[in-house]
């Protein structure tokens, strides 16, 4: 990639984000390091921190991504079948690590607090407030494996 020219920074950065998204569906926000960014994409460390110089600023990355993703996991027919699709849908990877991501924002920097309550207010207006609480509660019982009423 050629690096000392304007395109070849911005493929680079593009490079990066992707790389970026890419292991956090895989394998969840903490497998989101300098380290493996350098091992997936052959740049240096001191190189991806050029781009990202934070853990925190990796968050860009997502860019609307994660939403995405997330919103064309549900099918939106009617509120039993979005929670129904929903639950489903956190028994894959892709989906239950950005779950995992909104509700550990709470204790994360102020960029990622910032994108989540983004996210979660684009979900309110797409599925409305109170489903949306059902859901965030439903994701978290599911996710610390909680058995509910004898069924999961």
Known sequence: ?????KEGALQTEALIYRTIVD?????????????????RTGLSRSGI?????????MVTAF??????YVTSQIDPTDNDT?????????????????IR????????????????AYGVSKLIERYGQ???IELIG???????????DGAR
């Open 82 to 98: 979005i929670k129904r699709t929903w639950i489903k849908a956190l028994s894959e990877t892709k989906f239950a690590n950005c």
């Open 1 to 5: 990639m050629a690096k000392n020219t």
């Open 138 to 148: 439903l994701s978290a019982i599911y996710l610390l494996d909680i058995e509910l």
């Open 63 to 68: 860019q609307g991504q994660v939403l995405a």
């Open 101 to 116: 991501y909104l509700l550990g924002a709470v204790n994360g920097g102020d960029q990622g607090k910032e994108k989540v």
């Open 49 to 57: 921190q050029r781009v990202v110089p934070t853990k925190e600023s």
């Open 23 to 39: 292991i956090f569906m895989e394998q969840g926000w903490d497998a989101v390091t300098y380290g493996s960014i350098a091992k």
């Open 130 to 132: 109170p489903l949306v």
